[in-house]
């Protein structure tokens, strides 16, 4: 049962690459099969989320009503990852601006779903934490 870990039960992780679903649609080329294949063939009952400066809320949501649609799969946290000084510039050679700390508290508002901070080791833990109390 969701959320039951049995005596000697483990917690496995795995990861994809980026893109649960494509920002715009632009053709059968860019749909993710990969993390898709991955989806249905781990059977995932709980994910987390990362997000991206540059992601917009719409995308953020598009992506967690994405994720929850698999099984008894449920987003139980956000992963925030921001961009060094040195990576301030897009594949398009455009500037991108960080959110604010009020962005993501807006963003975090808005899902319902706490977001870490994955520069801060205290949010690092306290994600483990959320992980494990989930279970």
Known sequence: ???????????????????????????????????NEMLLGCEPQASILCINEWDDIGYIRRCINYLESFNENKVIALAYYKKKLYELWDRNNMSICENTHNNITAIENEVGIHIYDMDKMDDIEKLCDEIIAYF
């Not at 795995?14 to 632009?26: D, E, K, L, P, R």
């Open 1 to 35: 049962m969701m959320n039951e870990l049995q005596e000697g039960s483990d917690i496995i992780f795995f990861g994809t690459q980026s893109n649960v679903i494509h920002m715009s649609f632009c053709g059968l080329p860019l749909i993710p099969a990969y993390t």
